[in-house]
Structure formats: structure tokens, C-alpha cells
């Protein structure tokens, strides 16, 4: 389409061109633009219909907590890592049910240097280690749609549940969060991975 559009453009320089010429070469051009604004939006809302955005509360919970600023997002495995290696002797009791969750902190993407704490909660006490903190999270209301799949198509799925929450009357109150339902510690089949994208929110 952009390169039908970008044809006419270069047609419409040519000398010589009569008015009539010229007006029905106008008149193309904004039925192209019109045409691509229809599919851009058609796009959108095939994505957002993809997804069931649903309003819940996460009921509060004690976790086990690994915040840091990694490289990149495709780092946070790094996080898990440091949890596993400081509690493997600490006979950690997982929580019910045991969720396994990943915060954003930065409140936008970046490219690198990110913000991100892993949570798992947990049940009882235990002292923290140099980079494990145990603490509670206070319940949250929040906007969340489940994606079964391929983290590459995560950013379509966020970017959903966010277009969803800012045309339905709602303000984001809080850091985005992911909850890994089915995950690789689970299955090494990516078309298994069950992750529910969760946004804090308000009502305006």
C-alpha cells in the first residue's frame, strides 16, 4: 500500500498534468490514507481481541524476594538463579498457590540497564540472605489477560491488557507484573507456557 501511495506521489511531480489529472490523483491519495488508517485500526483490534482482559484482586501474599537491575529482560533467569543458589538449604515452603511472579520497575521498556524483581511466595518465616528479602505484598486490584505460548509474543499481550485498561475507564496504579502459571521450570515446550499479564489499576 505505502508503496502504491509513494507511485502516485511521484506521478503527481511529472509536468504537464492537467487539473482534472491532479484531482483525481488527490483523490486517490485520501482514499489510500483512509484505507490504511481502517486496516492499521482492523489490526488493533484483531490483537486486542485476542486476549480476555478480565479485573481481579491478587490477595496478599508473603514472598521471597530477588530485586536488581539486570542487562536486559532476557536476564531475568539470572534472578531465579541467584534465589535457588542462596534458599537451596533453607527448606522453603512454597506458598498456596505457589506463584512465581516477575515485577517491572521501570514503568516503560527500556532497552537495557531494567529494573526487575522476581517474587515467589512462600509460607512461614526465614531470615533473608544477601540477596533473597522475605517480605509481604499487600493485595492488589488488576487488569490481567493470560497468554498461552511463546514469550515472544509477550509484548503483543501487554500491549493489549494496556490498551484495554486506558479505553475502559481506568488508570494504571502500580509497577506491571507477570505471573509464570506454567513456565520452562514446568515444560521446555514454549507452546505450554501459561503467563497472565498483570497491570495494577484504579478507577478514574
Not at 95 to 117: I, N, Q, R
Request: aromatic content about 10%; charged content about 30%; proline content about 4%.
Amino acid at each position: 500500500m505505502g508503496e502504491f501511495t509513494c507511485c502516485l506521489k511521484q506521478y503527481r511531480q511529472r509536468k504537464g498534468l492537467t487539473q482534472e489529472q491532479l484531482a483525481a490523483l488527490e483523490e486517490a491519495e485520501r482514499r489510500l490514507r483512509l484505507l490504511d488508517t481502517a486496516l492499521e485500526r482492523l489490526r488493533k483490534d484483531e490483537t486486542k481481541m485476542k486476549y480476555d482482559v478480565t479485573v481481579k484482586t491478587v490477595p496478599e501474599r508473603t514472598v521471597a524476594s530477588v530485586r536488581q537491575i539486570i542487562p536486559s529482560y532476557d536476564r531475568e533467569g539470572d534472578l531465579w538463579g541467584i534465589y535457588c543458589q542462596e534458599t537451596a538449604r533453607m527448606n522453603i515452603r512454597d506458598g498456596d498457590p505457589a506463584l512465581c511472579t516477575a515485577v517491572f520497575h521501570d514503568g516503560e521498556y527500556k532497552e537495557s540497564g531494567v529494573d526487575v524483581e522476581i517474587q515467589k511466595t512462600v509460607k512461614g518465616t526465614y531470615p533473608d540472605t544477601e540477596h533473597v528479602k522475605f517480605k509481604t505484598v499487600p493485595a492488589v486490584q488488576v487488569a490481567s489477560a493470560t497468554l498461552r505460548g511463546s514469550y515472544q509474543r509477550m509484548t503483543e499481550a501487554t500491549e493489549a491488557v494496556a490498551a484495554w485498561v486506558r479505553e475502559n475507564g481506568w488508570v494504571f496504579d502500580g509497577a506491571a507484573f507477570w505471573i509464570y502459571h506454567i513456565s520452562p521450570h514446568d515444560t521446555r515446550n514454549p507452546d505450554e507456557f501459561l503467563t497472565e499479564v498483570c497491570y495494577p489499576v484504579r478507577k478514574k
